[in-house]
Each structure stands twice: as structure tokens, then as C-alpha cells.
């Protein structure tokens, strides 16, 4: 099992920045994909960014497509989210989680192949 904490999110105004973190815990991290969700209530989750176990394979949803970089550090135990150009469609609350697999360049974007969650940190863009 492993353990997920986000932090980073707040309110910015669109056109800033933002760069979210997710610190592991608990078994290996490398032995994990990994992936950042978004929600707005009354809407599904859905796909952000995701990455392979080893950092080496990516893959972005559209809307974020050239504005959003997602990186990890093996060693820190740690995933990132680097969001610039933000805009007020960006606002949810954003989600890091973890795919067990044993393919390390395998990337997912579905949520339901996602084993663990973190409990979400609210990004705010106003207009």
C-alpha cells in the first residue's frame, strides 16, 4: 500500500502559475505509474497528466496540453505538477494517484486503473 499527500494548490489569478506536489509513502514509489486527476463537483473525475514508473513516458489531456508539465522524483519520493498559463476552467480540486503496475514505461489515463488516491488539493483560477 501506498500513502499520498498532496499540497500546493491555492487561488491564483488566469494567466499565473501553480505547482502542485505529491509526497509517497509506504511501499516503493518507482514501483508505481503515476497520475494527476481533477474534479468539480457535480462533474467526473477526470485524466490531467499521467507518468511512467521510471519518468521516461507522458501523456496530457488536451486541455492542459503545453501548459501543464508533470515530473516525478524517484529518490524524494515525489510527483510534481507544474501548472502555468492557468485559466479559470483549470479550477477543481486536483487528485495525485498511484497505478501498481509492472511495465515501467506503461501509462494509463483512466482513473479506474488507479489503485490509490491522495485526498485532493483545491486549485482556485480567477478571471
Known amino acids: 500500500q501506498v500513502q499520498l499527500v498532496e499540497s500546493g494548490g491555492g487561488l491564483v489569478q488566469a494567466g499565473g502559475s501553480l505547482r502542485l506536489s505529491c509526497a509517497a509513502s509506504?511501499?516503493?514509489?518507482?514501483?508505481?505509474?503515476m497520475g494527476w486527476f481533477r474534479q468539480d463537483p457535480g462533474r467526473e473525475r477526470e485524466f490531467v497528466a499521467v507518468?511512467?514508473?521510471?519518468?521516461?513516458?507522458?501523456d496530457y489531456a488536451d486541455a492542459v496540453q503545453g501548459r501543464f508539465t508533470i515530473s516525478r522524483d524517484n529518490a524524494k519520493n515525489t510527483l510534481y505538477l507544474q501548472m502555468n498559463m492557468l485559466k479559470p476552467e483549470d479550477t477543481a480540486v486536483y487528485y495525485c494517484?498511484?497505478?501498481?503496475?509492472?511495465?515501467?514505461?506503461?501509462?494509463?489515463?483512466?482513473?479506474?486503473?488507479?489503485?490509490?488516491w491522495g485526498q485532493g488539493t483545491q486549485v482556485t483560477v480567477s478571471s
Open positions: 494517484a498511484a497505478d501498481r503496475t509492472s511495465i515501467e514505461e506503461l501509462v494509463r489515463t483512466s482513473p479506474l486503473r488507479y489503485d490509490y
Open positions: 509506504g511501499r516503493t514509489f518507482s514501483g508505481y505509474a
Open positions: 507518468i511512467s514508473r521510471t519518468g521516461g513516458t507522458t
